[in-house]
């Protein structure tokens, strides 16, 4: 199994970035994806999340209305969005599949916002 972000980098506030994450070794269409961060000296929280049925998403709030999630199925990968990015989004974003009880995490890709 494995999951390989990619997308991460240095941009100034207000900008765009669009992170994928290729999934690998498991039937990817039955897992949930879903994006998490964590920022220097902070717990990983859970960003945005796509259910295996339906493509319904869900936020956190302080990104709702500026980061879309999203999925192809037939590419075996999951998207975020970003924008209008503010400095508070800097952070190592990693991708996560689960169903069940089974889980797997990415390694992550670094966002850093900054002018």
């Known amino acids: 199994v494995q999951l390989v972000e990619s997308g991460g980098g240095l941009v100034q506030p207000g900008g765009s970035l669009r992170l994928s994450c290729a999934g690998s070794?498991?039937?990817?269409?039955?897992?949930?994806m879903s994006w998490h961060r964590q920022a220097p000296g902070k717990e990983r929280e859970l960003v945005a999340t796509?259910?295996?049925?339906?493509?319904?998403?869900n936020y956190v709030d302080s990104v709702k209305g500026r980061f879309t999630i999203s999925r192809d199925n037939a590419k075996n990968t999951v998207y975020l969005q970003m924008n209008r990015l503010k400095p508070e989004d800097t952070a190592v974003y990693y991708c996560?599949?689960?169903?069940?009880?089974?889980?797997?995490w990415g390694k992550g890709t670094l966002v850093t916002v900054s002018s």
């Open positions: 070794g498991f039937y990817f269409s039955r897992y949930a």
């Open positions: 996560y599949a689960s169903r069940g009880r089974d889980g797997y």
């Open positions: 796509v259910t295996s049925v339906g493509g319904i998403t």
